[in-house]
């Protein structure tokens, strides 16, 4: 009996295992939406990603590119199966929102739940679409 509860455990643990990792891979990478010039980096498990050209020690991600400046992720509200609600900071300090971010086929969704980020096409502020799309790279 101890020998077929070993079998089965040792068959088992794999598929944890792997389900474990494929959940906690899922927010993590570099994303980017070609038509509004954003990228962002993303890993929201843990407070790793460096923003190139600030003097910031590490956050969970950051969007930047051909918008109002860059927007940091500073906290992690709360993550669901597909769905993340985050605190965002501009670069300056002087404005923060919450996004709600989703992870589809294409790649990441981007809400903001009020407001919005301004993007710069030429020299004139536009609103990004809600949500931002942005493919996996």
Not at 1 to 19: D, G, Q, R, W
């Amino acid at each position: 009996m101890k020998k077929l509860f070993a079998i089965l455990t040792v068959m088992v643990l794999p598929m944890f295992v792997t389900a474990q990792e494929t959940t906690d891979s899922l927010f993590k990478g570099k994303f980017m939406n070609k038509e509004f010039n954003v990228q962002c980096k993303l890993n929201l498990y843990e407070d790793v990603i460096e923003v190139p050209g600030l003097e910031l020690e590490t956050c969970y991600g950051f969007l930047q590119g051909q918008i109002n400046g860059c927007w940091m992720i500073l906290k992690v509200k709360e993550i669901q199966e597909n769905t993340a609600v985050v605190r965002a900071v501009s670069e300056r300090g002087s404005d923060a929102q919450d996004l709600k971010l989703k992870m589809t086929d294409q790649g990441l969704e981007i809400q903001q739940t009020e407001g919005y980020i301004k993007g710069i096409q030429g020299k004139k502020y536009v609103k990004l679409p809600k949500p931002l799309i942005l493919t996996k790279q």
